[in-house]
T-cell receptor, first 114, second 111 residues
Framework: NAGVTQTPKFQVLKTGQSMTLQCAQDMNHEYMSWYRQDPGMGLRLIHYSVGAGITDQGEVPNGYNVSRSTTEDFPLRLLSAAPSQTSVYFC?????????????FGPGTRLTVL | KQEVTQIPAALSVPEGENLVLNCSFTDSAIYNLQWFRQDPGKGLTSLLLIQSSQREQTSGRLNASLDKSSGRSTLYIAASQPGDSATYLCAVTDSWGKLQFGAGTQVVVTP
């Protein structure tokens, strides 16, 4: 049981490049989400999904796309990277069944946009 | 809009002292509250989750209380150890599962 995994761990991009951050979970969780963490801003929600085929925007969605074709995977796409997207990105998942909804986080992807 | 505040922003204590970390939130319509630990350069580790109907939750040396009506939660760590040095984050969850985080309390436990 690997929990929530993210790849890559580190990435450097040039302005205008595109890339996909990968997130996968093996806990059969319905709910998955992406956060970015910036100094002084804390963690902010980018996009989330309550199941395959269903996604919605969070607090800071601009410049990012998501899709959810399977329960296990929830990739985050940067369409045209900008220096303002330099951040640490975390993926999280939880079950929406039952009363607990404890959220589990991946180890993060550290992205630098030059 | 929900706002989550953690005070103090930083805390330094000698080993053996009890730690008290505070979290406050402005909207009491929460689904649950979760405390996390984050080590430098690492991800978030879930410590405790308190359902909105609960008053407290305990795990080992950790105890978290929740007073939903006053919008407050407190994390107590008994008999602190140098290994407890980390940043502690609280987050409230709405009914859609979305987390709203506080900025965190950075804790240093000195030997």
């Amino acid at each position: 049981n690997a929990g929530v995994t993210q790849t890559p761990k580190f990435q450097v991009l040039k302005t205008g490049q595109s890339m996909t951050l990968q997130c996968a979970q093996d806990m059969n969780h319905e709910y998955m989400s992406w956060y970015r963490q910036d100094p002084g801003m804390g963690l902010r929600l980018i996009h989330y999904s309550v199941g395959a085929g269903i996604t919605d925007q969070g607090e800071v969605p601009n410049g990012y796309n998501v899709s959810r074709s399977t329960t296990e995977d929830f990739p985050l796409r940067l369409l045209s990277a900008a220096p303002s997207q330099t951040s640490v990105y975390f993926c999280a998942s939880s079950s929406i069944r039952g009363p607990y909804n404890e959220q589990f986080f991946g180890p993060g992807t550290r992205l630098t946009v030059l | 809009k929900q706002e989550v505040t953690q005070i103090p922003a930083a805390l330094s204590v000698p080993e053996g002292e009890n730690l008290v970390l505070n979290c406050s939130f402005t909207d009491s319509a929460i689904y649950n509250l979760q405390w996390f630990r984050q080590d430098p350069g690492k991800g978030l580790t879930s410590l405790l989750l308190i359902q909105s109907s609960q008053r407290e939750q305990t795990s080992g040396r950790l105890n978290a209380s929740l007073d939903k009506s006053s919008g407050r939660s407190t994390l107590y760590i008994a008999a602190s150890q140098p290994g407890d040095s980390a940043t502690y984050l609280c987050a409230v969850t709405d009914s859609w599962g979305k987390l709203q985080f506080g900025a965190g309390t950075q804790v240093v436990v000195t030997p």
